[in-house]
């Protein structure tokens, strides 16, 4: 009887290769997964950046904006009985991004040429989170652009917001030059500036400065008791200002020592 004999069974090479192949293969395409999904994860990253970007630069101009003319608000100060009754008076509300507000009075001549200055100038200043007080050298550039960019110390005036102090050019000894103003009142976060051509004579020209000051009313303190405190209690201390301008005590002598020390 024939006898059949099986295949004997051999453990050949090929089969481990095949199996470090498939692993090989798993390794790779783990990587090659990890590589895609960092990749992912970078670009998500830089999408978001640059959506950042984009968003702070829209941004800035408006953050540079700095002062706006106010178009919608209203008036909140007013000059009562005004000595400029033969003046163009024009009333202009400025805007800051971050709070604050200024109110600025002028009065021109009628006859006024383009490019003089105006015969007045009453700054009421309510500062936000861009405080930035005014300084002398800011008062000069408004008196006039072209002119230079200081001023001294002219003595002092008192006034129903007390004290104020005056400043004038350099050197000006010219009795009919203009005077310039500047009242700081910290408990009520409010800056009054501004200057005066009216006048022959230095004397006249600091009445006139005290009257204009002791006229500035109220019309409306918004949502800020403080400011409407100040002006209750400086009313009380409001002297008569007549056409030849205030009382004699009401503006302390134009021989007063000038103030030292930075404004």
């Given at each position: 009887m024939?006898?059949?004999r099986?295949?004997?069974?051999?453990?050949t090479?090929i089969?481990?290769?095949l199996?470090?192949?498939?692993?090989?293969?798993?390794?790779?395409?783990?990587?090659?997964?990890a590589y895609v999904g960092t990749?992912?994860?970078i670009a998500?990253?830089?999408?978001h950046?640059w959506?950042q970007?984009?968003?702070r630069?829209?941004?800035?101009?408006a953050?540079?904006a700095g002062?706006s003319?106010a178009?919608r608000s209203y008036?909140?100060?007013a000059?009562?009985q005004s000595?400029?009754?033969?003046?163009?008076a024009?009333?202009?509300?400025?805007?800051?991004?971050?709070?604050?507000r200024?109110?600025i009075?002028?009065w021109?001549?009628k006859?006024?040429k383009?490019?003089e200055?105006?015969?007045?100038?009453?700054?009421i200043?309510?500062?936000?989170g861009e405080?930035n007080?005014?300084r002398?050298?800011?008062?000069?550039?408004?008196m006039d652009?072209?002119?230079g960019s200081?001023l001294?110390?002219?003595?002092?005036?008192?006034?129903?917001?007390?004290?104020?102090?005056l400043l004038?050019?350099?050197?000006?000894a010219d009795?009919?030059a203009?005077l310039?103003f500047?009242?700081?009142?910290?408990?009520?976060?409010l800056?009054?500036?501004g200057w005066?051509?009216?006048?022959?004579a230095?004397?006249?020209?600091?009445a006139a400065?005290?009257?204009l000051l002791?006229r500035l009313i109220l019309?409306?303190?918004?949502?800020?008791?403080?400011?409407?405190?100040l002006?209750a209690?400086a009313?009380?201390?409001r002297?008569?200002?007549?056409p030849?301008?205030?009382?004699?005590?009401w503006?302390?002598?134009?021989e007063?020592?000038l103030?030292?020390?930075?404004l």
């Amino acid at each position: 009887m024939r006898s059949f004999r099986t295949t004997p069974s051999y453990n050949t090479p090929i089969h481990p290769a095949l199996t470090s192949f498939a692993d090989e293969c798993c390794a790779t395409l783990a990587r090659l997964f990890a590589y895609v999904g960092t990749l992912a994860l970078i670009a998500i990253v830089g999408v978001h950046q640059w959506d950042q970007l984009q968003m702070r630069e829209a941004a800035e101009p408006a953050a540079k904006a700095g002062w706006s003319v106010a178009l919608r608000s209203y008036p909140a100060f007013a000059v009562s009985q005004s000595d400029f009754l033969e003046k163009t008076a024009t009333y202009e509300i400025l805007r800051h991004p971050e709070g604050g507000r200024k109110d600025i009075m002028r009065w021109a001549a009628k006859d006024e040429k383009p490019g003089e200055m105006p015969v007045a100038e009453l700054e009421i200043y309510r500062p936000g989170g861009e405080f930035n007080p005014s300084r002398p050298a800011d008062i000069a550039a408004r008196m006039d652009p072209k002119g230079g960019s200081e001023l001294e110390s002219a003595g002092i005036i008192d006034s129903k917001f007390g004290a104020v102090t005056l400043l004038r050019r350099p050197g000006d000894a010219d009795p009919r030059a203009c005077l310039a103003f500047l009242k700081r009142i910290d408990e009520s976060s409010l800056q009054i500036s501004g200057w005066s051509c009216q006048g022959d004579a230095l004397p006249a020209r600091r009445a006139a400065i005290s009257c204009l000051l002791s006229r500035l009313i109220l019309l409306t303190a918004g949502n800020e008791p403080k400011l409407a405190e100040l002006f209750a209690r400086a009313e009380l201390r409001r002297a008569a200002c007549g056409p030849a301008g205030p009382s004699p005590d009401w503006v302390t002598s134009a021989e007063n020592p000038l103030l030292r020390g930075g404004l």
